[in-house]
Structures are given as C-alpha cells and as structure tokens.
C-alpha cells in the first residue's frame, strides 16, 4: 500500500534503536567473537544487510550463500564458521533446506526470523535464534534490524552500538526531494546503477528497490570491471542504437572511492554521452561511511516509491513473487 511504504521509509532510522536479544545464546560457540568467520545463508531481502554490512565492514569474515543447501566447502571448513540462517518470513525453503543441511552436517547455527517454520525449527532443536519486530514492513526495507541481529550474532556489541547513533542520525523525510528528482529524470527509461567495487551492495539495492518498489526493470553493475564488457554494449551501431536509447546510467559515485575509479567515472561519461548516452549523478553525501551509505539507500527507496506512483504501479507488495511461489509450492 502507499501509505504502508511511505512510512516505512519515513520511520528506517528507528530501526536502529532495536537491541536483538539471542534465544538460546547457550548454544552459540564459546570462541564466537567479532573476528570469527561467518556464513550467512539468505535470500531476497533476507541477506542484503549482510551485503551492506560487508560494504561497510569489509574487514569482517562473513561469507553469503544466496541459494539451497550448503556452499560448496569442505564440512570441516564449514564448522570453523557461525551459520547464520536469515529469512524476514521464516517460511523461505531455501533457507529451511539450508537448516537441515546444517544439522545433518551438524553445523554451529543461528536463525533470524520474524517468526515461520525456520523459527520454529530453531526452538524444537536448541538453535540459537533472534526474533525480528513483526512491524509489517516488507523484507528489503528491514536493513536495519537484519545489521544489528547479524552484530548481535557476532558478539559484537561496540558496532550495534555505534550504527545505533544512526537512529538520530539519519533523517529520511531530508532525502525525499533528491528522490524525487531522480524519478523525473529516469522517467521512461530503464536504469543502470554503477558503482566502485566497493559499493556494490549499495548499487545492488538500487537495483533491487527500483525492480520490486518501483515495479521496473532495472540493473547495476560495478567500475572498473564493466569498463572491460559492458559497457562496450553501449558502443552501438546505427541498426543496434535504438536498444541502448532504453537505458539512462545511474552513477552512485563516492567522494572516497579509488582515485582511478573517480577518473574512470568522468571519462566513461564523456565517452557514452559522446554516444548520445544519458548519464545521471547520485552523488554520495554525508560526514561518515554509514551516513554516506545508507543516505544513498534513503534517496533510492523515495525514488523507486514515486516511480511506482508515477506508473499507477503499487509500491509496497511483490505479488509475482507471491505468485511464483504458490506455483512452485503447488509443483
């Protein structure tokens, strides 16, 4: 509903005001600290603050297995990590297919869940578990509880209470007009999100909110990679020039990202509008990492959401994924 995702952007920065309390915690490894290694198994938008929490902590051991079962490792590679089973609904089946390729394994686990069969398999078998607020707010606009429950897992306490100062912080209704600007000049086209390596999960969520908010198609991808493929996609001729005339380039470029990054940044501009390509800025902005971060995310759900009005599209709910799942559960 319109009203149901307009407050849920309005009220992101509260999330961080959540305090996660582990269920089980006596099962957790004793050894477990900031520094172990970490898996988290999740999909949709159960594993992207994961994704923003290795932007934002590269240094953090957290692998991310998007997918049935278990990554390929070795079992004893396997229980040198902390499992962390992440599904918003408790109901993912490839999550809960995960959890019992775990206890097969006889994996260190966790589970986050709002509630579900996953929380319910946590209870029956003493796995340690955390129990996301039920706020009725869509998977992908929950980053903030998903970061902090993840910390909390991690035994991290100083880092759930540093990004907790974001709940002052950060004032989303501040991003609304830059949102909306990026809505009138994408009008009509599809977007592609680019970003530095190290932003990728930023850009991935701008992709994400624009497909499942905005109800378009859209992609992203990263520099310096896509300097090497991609973009010579856009090198079109006259029969293949109309297929480029679609897209309009989103550049989500970061003041402290890698100098020749910056420099590839302006000379793929001067090259593809040489093209007759049209390139669009959304600058990062703000004193610190997180402000800068999630800032970028605030101006990218204000912007999915008033493209979503401006198609007549509704916002907040995904009902073809809804679909696909009741046919795949009837398969």
């Known amino acids: 509903m319109k009203n149901g995702m307009e407050r849920a ?13 582990i269920k089980n915690s006596g099962a957790l490894p004793r050894s477990r600290n900031s520094k172990g290694k970490h898996l988290l198994i999740g999909m949709g938008g159960s594993h992207l603050s994961a994704d923003v929490l290795k932007c934002l902590r590269p240094g953090h051991h957290l692998v991310i297995h998007s997918d049935y079962g278990l990554p390929p490792m070795s079992t004893a590679h396997l229980k040198e ?3 962390i089973l992440s599904s918003y609904s408790g109901n993912t089946e490839e999550t809960i297919n995960a959890f019992h390729a775990g206890r097969r394994a006889k994996l260190n686990m966790a589970v986050i869940a709002v509630g579900g069969a996953l929380l319910e398999l946590a209870k029956e078998h003493g796995v340690p578990y955390i ?4 706020t ?14 993840i910390l909390a897992l991690m035994g991290n306490g100083r880092e759930i209470k540093a990004l907790g100062k974001l709940s002052a912080k950060l004032h989303p209704g501040l991003h609304e007009k830059a949102g909306r600007a990026i809505t009138r000049e994408l009008r009509g086209s599809v977007p592609v999100f680019y970003s530095s390596v190290r932003n990728e999960a930023v850009a991935k969520n701008w992709k994400i909110k624009f497909n499942e908010t905005g109800k378009i198609p859209a992609f992203y991808n990263v520099l310096p990679e896509m300097n090497h493929n991609e973009m010579t996609g856009f090198d079109a001729v006259s029969k293949s020039r109309p297929l480029s005339k679609s897209f309009r380039l989103v550049f989500l470029r970061d003041s402290s990202d890698h100098p020749r990054v910056k420099k590839r940044f302006g000379i793929m501009e001067k090259i593809l509008k040489k093209r007759g390509l049209a390139v669009l800025h959304a600058d990062f902005s703000g004193k610190t990492r997180e402000e800068r971060v999630f800032g970028s995310l605030l101006t990218a759900d204000w912007a999915s959401y008033h493209t979503a009005l401006g198609y007549g599209a509704e916002p ?3 009902p073809m994924v809804e679909e696909f799942k009741k046919l795949l559960n009837d398969a």
Do not use: T
């Open 131 to 134: 129990v996301l607020p039920e």
């Open 316 to 318: 907040e709910q995904v």
């Open 81 to 83: 990590h902390l499992v």
């Open 136 to 149: 009725g707010i869509q998977p992908r606009m929950a980053l903030g509880f998903g970061m902090l429950s």
């Open 9 to 21: 952007i309005k009220n992101f920065a509260k999330q961080f005001s959540f305090r996660p309390v």
